[in-house]
């Protein structure tokens, strides 16, 4: 190496050549290189659980938003329907960083419910239905930071995926603590007017 080749005090320096001939051998092995330092099967596994938690989440948004019935229901539903949707996205991102590193994307429906982090919880009123929502997105929130940090440096990619569904799962739950607030006091309002026209007709 002579001076001109000599690294400056915070420069970048790699053996690009080295990279090139690395990139080459196993090719095969597709976005998974050689300085790749997760262990991949442990990944892959606890992205596939991220996977079946939002297949759950998707499924459960949908049963919400067609069952939907009473007091600001239609908006809602909207809600619901619009959630749905970001978490089908999230699925589809996850599945799409398993197949990357050279993994299978388990949409087995007969073993999603116990893969899944979150439960599928119907809920009777459109209050519960919220409640259990904003639950199952709580438990994704503190399940997806696990993840995060898990995942570290060895896997930057797979955890800029999950910080990515991470930052919209809160952007969830914030949501529907604004819906459950007033859902709950419309549904109060409306007990005590019907309470009330019961006292008058007595």
Same mark, same amino acid.
């Given at each position: 190496?002579?001076?001109?080749?000599?690294?400056?005090?915070?420069?970048?320096?790699?053996?690009?050549?080295?990279?090139?001939?690395?990139?080459?051998?196993?090719?095969?092995?597709?976005?998974?290189?050689?300085?790749?330092?997760?262990?991949?099967?442990?990944?892959?596994?606890?992205?596939?659980?991220?996977?079946?938690?939002?297949?759950?989440?998707?499924?459960?948004?949908?049963?919400?938003?067609?069952?939907?019935?009473?007091?600001?229901?239609?908006?809602?539903?909207?809600?619901?329907? *619009?959630?749905?949707?970001? @978490?089908? #996205? &999230? =699925?589809?991102?996850?599945?799409?960083? /398993?197949?990357?590193?050279?993994? $299978?994307?388990?949409?087995?429906?007969?073993?999603?419910?116990?893969?899944?982090?979150?439960?599928?919880?119907?809920?009777?009123?459109?209050?519960?239905?919220?409640?259990?929502?904003?639950?199952?997105?709580?438990?994704?929130?503190?399940?997806?930071?696990?993840?995060?940090?898990?995942?570290?440096?060895?896997?930057?990619?797979?955890?800029?995926?999950?910080? *990515?569904?991470?930052?919209? @799962?809160? #952007? &969830? =739950?914030?949501?529907?603590?604004?819906? /459950?607030?007033?859902?709950?006091? $419309?549904?109060?309002?409306?007990?005590?007017?019907?309470?009330?026209?019961?006292?008058?007709?007595?």
């Amino acid at each position: 190496m002579n001076s001109s080749d000599t690294p400056r005090k915070g420069q970048f320096v790699t053996d690009i050549e080295a990279i090139r001939q690395r990139a080459r051998h196993h090719i095969e092995n597709g976005a998974v290189t050689d300085a790749y330092r997760g262990d991949r099967e442990t990944v892959i596994k606890v992205l596939n659980e991220a996977l079946a938690t939002e297949l759950v989440c998707v499924l459960r948004y949908k049963r919400h938003y067609y069952t939907a019935t009473g007091i600001h229901a239609q908006a809602v539903a909207e809600e619901f329907l *619009e959630h749905a949707s970001e @978490e089908q #996205e &999230h =699925a589809d991102m996850i599945a799409e960083r /398993i197949t990357q590193l050279d993994g $299978a994307p388990d949409f087995n429906p007969a073993t999603l419910a116990s893969r899944s982090h979150s439960e599928y919880v119907e809920g009777a009123s459109l209050a519960e239905m919220i409640r259990e929502d904003l639950v199952a997105e709580r438990i994704a929130i503190e399940s997806y930071n696990e993840i995060i940090r898990y995942l570290g440096d060895n896997d930057p990619t797979s955890r800029r995926v999950m910080e *990515e569904v991470l930052a919209k @799962e809160e #952007e &969830h =739950a914030e949501d529907l603590r604004n819906l /459950i607030q007033t859902v709950s006091q $419309a549904e109060a309002e409306h007990r005590s007017r019907a309470d009330e026209r019961l006292r008058r007709a007595s």
